[in-house]
């Protein structure tokens, strides 16, 4: 078996267990991530997809964020809550994503040999915004995860991935999964 295709099947079988255990809210949920995004890491770099590779890099930094945040609460026994941010906030950070996305874009467009670099940029930045709001348990962080799996389904076939599409569709389907879940302990 191809060293990438097993570092894939290894990354993704650490995201799901992320995943997994995130739905749930269990705190060992960011470790399994951490080790997943470590992985992903390598297999980014190798098929030139930069800026999702400073995304995993962010997951890694994130996981160990949520991981601390997340584990004070359970420690003393009780967890964080689940919250919701109004529209209007979300509108700022839409504009501020978009205008880090199309910055972030150009670079990697004029710098390097990047794949898709737009594109890239994008699902990047959101991923940056969505992974903050998960680890602060904001009840849309599904939502927009949902959106960046959905077109990270498309991203990943088309460069050569072979694993990664598959995981990000069921992302996107362990999204409306999660949004429910967590709505319903919300109310």
Known sequence: MDL???LEWASVLFNL????????QKVWAWPMGIIG???GIVLLLHARLYSEAILYLFYVIIGIYGWVSWYRPAYLGN???ITERDPLF?????LICITFAIGLGYFFKTRTDAQKPFLDAFTT???FYASYLEAL?????WIYWFVINAFSIWLYSVRGMEVYPFLAAFYSVMCVVGYLRWKKQMT
């Open 137 to 141: 348990k904001v009840l849309s962080a």
């Open 37 to 39: 995004s470590l992985l």
């Open 125 to 127: 930045i959101f991923s």
């Open 17 to 24: 267990l992320f995943l997994l255990l995130l739905i749930p």
């Open 4 to 6: 990438f295709l097993l």
């Open 79 to 81: 967890t964080k809550a």
């Open 90 to 94: 979300h509108f700022k950070w839409v």
